[in-house]
Protein backbone atom coordinates (compact mmCIF):
# COMPACT_ATOMS: atom_id res chain seq x y z
CA UNK A 1 0.00 0.00 0.00
CA UNK A 2 1.04 3.46 -0.54
CA UNK A 3 2.07 5.03 2.32
CA UNK A 4 2.00 8.53 2.93
CA UNK A 5 4.42 9.86 6.05
CA UNK A 6 5.01 12.60 7.91
CA UNK A 7 6.84 13.99 11.04
CA UNK A 8 4.81 12.95 14.40
CA UNK A 9 5.45 16.34 15.88
CA UNK A 10 7.00 20.04 15.75
CA UNK A 11 7.47 22.98 17.44
CA UNK A 12 7.22 26.90 16.10
CA UNK A 13 7.37 30.05 17.64
CA UNK A 14 4.49 32.65 17.18
CA UNK A 15 4.86 34.66 14.39
CA UNK A 16 7.67 32.77 12.50
CA UNK A 17 6.73 30.47 9.44
CA UNK A 18 6.01 26.62 9.95
CA UNK A 19 7.31 24.35 7.39
CA UNK A 20 5.44 20.99 7.56
CA UNK A 21 6.99 18.44 5.06
CA UNK A 22 5.36 15.13 4.15
CA UNK A 23 6.01 12.55 2.07
CA UNK A 24 4.31 11.00 -0.74
CA UNK A 25 6.66 8.70 -3.10
CA UNK A 26 4.11 6.48 -4.42
CA UNK A 27 1.98 9.17 -5.74
CA UNK A 28 0.53 8.21 -9.07
CA UNK A 29 -0.30 10.61 -11.84
CA UNK A 30 -3.79 11.61 -11.43
CA UNK A 31 -3.92 12.25 -7.46
CA UNK A 32 -4.04 15.50 -6.03
CA UNK A 33 -2.50 16.59 -2.55
CA UNK A 34 -4.55 18.14 0.22
CA UNK A 35 -4.14 19.12 3.32
CA UNK A 36 -6.13 19.10 6.65
CA UNK A 37 -5.82 19.85 10.26
CA UNK A 38 -7.84 18.75 12.98
CA UNK A 39 -8.43 20.99 16.45
CA UNK A 40 -8.73 18.87 19.64
CA UNK A 41 -10.82 15.91 17.91
CA UNK A 42 -12.93 18.11 15.74
CA UNK A 43 -13.28 17.48 12.22
CA UNK A 44 -10.76 17.68 10.07
CA UNK A 45 -10.59 21.47 8.68
CA UNK A 46 -9.32 21.69 4.72
CA UNK A 47 -6.22 23.64 3.84
CA UNK A 48 -5.54 24.05 0.65
CA UNK A 49 -4.83 21.44 -2.35
CA UNK A 50 -2.77 20.88 -5.80
CA UNK A 51 -2.06 18.80 -8.27
CA UNK A 52 1.28 19.99 -9.77
CA UNK A 53 2.06 23.39 -9.09
CA UNK A 54 2.78 25.58 -5.93
CA UNK A 55 -0.57 26.91 -4.41
CA UNK A 56 -1.17 29.64 -2.19
CA UNK A 57 -4.97 31.13 -0.78
CA UNK A 58 -5.41 32.77 2.86
CA UNK A 59 -4.20 29.89 5.08
CA UNK A 60 -1.36 28.65 3.65
CA UNK A 61 0.75 27.84 0.61
CA UNK A 62 1.67 24.42 -0.64
CA UNK A 63 4.77 23.71 -2.23
CA UNK A 64 5.32 20.48 -3.89
CA UNK A 65 8.37 19.09 -5.70
CA UNK A 66 8.81 18.40 -9.25
CA UNK A 67 8.62 14.95 -9.24
CA UNK A 68 5.72 15.38 -7.14
CA UNK A 69 7.10 12.36 -4.44
CA UNK A 70 6.99 15.43 -1.58
CA UNK A 71 5.39 18.56 -0.41
CA UNK A 72 5.53 21.45 2.06
CA UNK A 73 2.59 23.01 3.70
CA UNK A 74 3.63 26.55 4.84
CA UNK A 75 1.59 28.56 7.17
CA UNK A 76 3.47 32.05 6.88
CA UNK A 77 2.94 33.44 9.94
CA UNK A 78 2.05 30.81 12.91
CA UNK A 79 -0.07 31.61 15.79
CA UNK A 80 -1.35 29.92 18.78
CA UNK A 81 -4.55 29.15 16.84
CA UNK A 82 -2.79 27.20 14.37
CA UNK A 83 -1.97 24.63 17.38
CA UNK A 84 -3.11 21.35 15.75
CA UNK A 85 -1.98 18.34 13.88
CA UNK A 86 -1.49 18.21 10.20
CA UNK A 87 -2.46 16.00 7.55
CA UNK A 88 -1.88 15.70 4.08
CA UNK A 89 -4.28 13.16 2.14
CA UNK A 90 -4.11 11.87 -1.22
CA UNK A 91 -6.92 11.61 -3.32
CA UNK A 92 -7.54 10.78 -7.47
CA UNK A 93 -10.39 9.02 -8.97
CA UNK A 94 -9.20 5.68 -8.36
CA UNK A 95 -6.95 5.58 -5.20
CA UNK A 96 -7.65 4.91 -2.00
CA UNK A 97 -8.42 7.55 0.29
CA UNK A 98 -5.21 7.90 2.86
CA UNK A 99 -4.83 10.44 5.29
CA UNK A 100 -1.06 10.68 6.03
CA UNK A 101 0.28 9.86 9.52
CA UNK A 102 -0.24 13.44 10.77
CA UNK A 103 2.18 15.97 12.50
CA UNK A 104 1.03 17.56 15.85
CA UNK A 105 2.25 21.23 15.10
CA UNK A 106 2.32 23.21 18.70
CA UNK A 107 2.93 26.46 18.50
CA UNK A 108 4.27 28.64 21.55
CA UNK A 109 5.08 32.24 22.70
CA UNK B 1 -23.80 26.95 3.65
CA UNK B 2 -20.52 24.55 4.53
CA UNK B 3 -21.70 22.72 7.16
CA UNK B 4 -22.42 19.02 7.90
CA UNK B 5 -23.71 17.86 10.92
CA UNK B 6 -23.46 14.70 12.60
CA UNK B 7 -26.18 13.62 15.42
CA UNK B 8 -25.75 12.63 18.12
CA UNK B 9 -22.18 14.06 19.46
CA UNK B 10 -21.87 11.65 21.78
CA UNK B 11 -23.00 7.74 21.99
CA UNK B 12 -22.72 5.38 24.39
CA UNK B 13 -23.80 1.43 23.69
CA UNK B 14 -23.48 -2.05 25.07
CA UNK B 15 -23.33 -4.31 22.71
CA UNK B 16 -26.30 -5.88 22.25
CA UNK B 17 -27.72 -2.29 21.09
CA UNK B 18 -28.66 -1.28 18.14
CA UNK B 19 -28.03 2.89 17.00
CA UNK B 20 -27.74 4.37 14.33
CA UNK B 21 -25.87 7.69 13.73
CA UNK B 22 -26.93 10.73 11.57
CA UNK B 23 -25.24 13.09 8.81
CA UNK B 24 -26.59 15.70 7.17
CA UNK B 25 -25.26 18.24 4.34
CA UNK B 26 -27.38 20.97 2.25
CA UNK B 27 -24.76 21.77 0.14
CA UNK B 28 -25.91 19.94 -2.50
CA UNK B 29 -22.78 17.56 -2.23
CA UNK B 30 -23.71 14.02 -4.31
CA UNK B 31 -20.23 11.96 -2.81
CA UNK B 32 -21.12 11.47 1.36
CA UNK B 33 -17.83 9.46 3.21
CA UNK B 34 -17.83 7.69 6.39
CA UNK B 35 -14.23 7.74 8.16
CA UNK B 36 -13.42 6.14 11.76
CA UNK B 37 -10.47 7.67 13.88
CA UNK B 38 -8.95 6.07 16.76
CA UNK B 39 -7.31 7.95 19.35
CA UNK B 40 -3.89 9.66 18.07
CA UNK B 41 -4.46 8.20 14.79
CA UNK B 42 -5.09 9.65 11.31
CA UNK B 43 -9.37 9.08 9.94
CA UNK B 44 -9.56 5.94 7.80
CA UNK B 45 -12.26 5.20 5.42
CA UNK B 46 -14.77 3.25 5.84
CA UNK B 47 -17.88 3.94 3.20
CA UNK B 48 -18.41 5.97 -0.12
CA UNK B 49 -21.81 7.42 -1.38
CA UNK B 50 -21.61 8.52 -4.74
CA UNK B 51 -25.32 9.86 -6.10
CA UNK B 52 -26.82 8.06 -3.41
CA UNK B 53 -24.99 4.52 -4.23
CA UNK B 54 -22.66 2.86 -2.04
CA UNK B 55 -19.35 2.92 -4.29
CA UNK B 56 -16.37 2.07 -2.08
CA UNK B 57 -16.82 -0.32 0.91
CA UNK B 58 -13.12 -0.12 2.96
CA UNK B 59 -13.77 -4.02 4.00
CA UNK B 60 -15.63 -2.75 7.12
CA UNK B 61 -17.63 -5.69 8.95
CA UNK B 62 -21.20 -5.88 8.49
CA UNK B 63 -22.07 -4.94 11.75
CA UNK B 64 -21.70 -1.48 10.50
CA UNK B 65 -24.33 -0.68 8.23
CA UNK B 66 -24.35 2.43 5.76
CA UNK B 67 -27.41 4.03 4.27
CA UNK B 68 -27.82 7.03 2.04
CA UNK B 69 -31.96 7.84 2.21
CA UNK B 70 -31.42 10.79 -0.04
CA UNK B 71 -28.72 13.29 -1.60
CA UNK B 72 -28.38 15.05 1.92
CA UNK B 73 -28.81 12.61 4.47
CA UNK B 74 -26.21 10.02 5.70
CA UNK B 75 -26.81 7.27 8.35
CA UNK B 76 -24.42 4.34 9.72
CA UNK B 77 -26.48 1.69 11.52
CA UNK B 78 -24.87 0.13 14.38
CA UNK B 79 -25.76 -3.56 15.82
CA UNK B 80 -23.48 -5.77 17.37
CA UNK B 81 -20.67 -3.89 18.46
CA UNK B 82 -17.37 -4.77 20.31
CA UNK B 83 -15.67 -2.07 22.62
CA UNK B 84 -12.90 -1.87 20.34
CA UNK B 85 -15.18 -0.13 17.66
CA UNK B 86 -15.12 2.98 20.47
CA UNK B 87 -13.72 5.55 18.15
CA UNK B 88 -14.84 9.21 16.83
CA UNK B 89 -16.96 8.46 13.71
CA UNK B 90 -16.21 10.99 10.94
CA UNK B 91 -18.72 12.11 8.03
CA UNK B 92 -17.48 14.17 5.21
CA UNK B 93 -19.19 15.44 1.52
CA UNK B 94 -17.59 16.83 -1.06
CA UNK B 95 -19.37 18.06 -4.21
CA UNK B 96 -19.01 14.99 -6.59
CA UNK B 97 -16.23 12.76 -6.50
CA UNK B 98 -13.53 11.28 -4.26
CA UNK B 99 -11.15 13.56 -5.77
CA UNK B 100 -12.16 16.72 -4.64
CA UNK B 101 -12.66 19.03 -1.13
CA UNK B 102 -13.97 16.70 1.53
CA UNK B 103 -15.91 19.22 4.64
CA UNK B 104 -16.12 17.16 7.56
CA UNK B 105 -18.50 16.96 10.57
CA UNK B 106 -17.55 17.23 14.27
CA UNK B 107 -18.33 13.59 14.39
CA UNK B 108 -20.20 11.47 16.86
CA UNK B 109 -17.64 9.69 20.02
CA UNK B 110 -18.89 6.47 20.46
CA UNK B 111 -17.86 4.34 23.38
CA UNK B 112 -18.90 0.32 23.57
CA UNK B 113 -19.46 -1.03 26.55
Known amino acids: DAKTTQPPSMDCAEGRAANLPCNHS???????VYWYRQIHSQGPQYIIHGLKNNETNEMASLIITEDRKSSTLILPHATLRDTAVYYCFLTGTASKLTFGTGTRLQVTL | DTEVTQTPKHLVMGMTNKKSLKCEQHMGHRAMYWYKQKAKKPPELMFVYSYEKLSINESVPSRFSPECPNSSLLNLHLHALQPEDSALYLCASSRQGNQETQYFGPGTRLLVL
Open chain 1, 26 to 32: TISGNEY
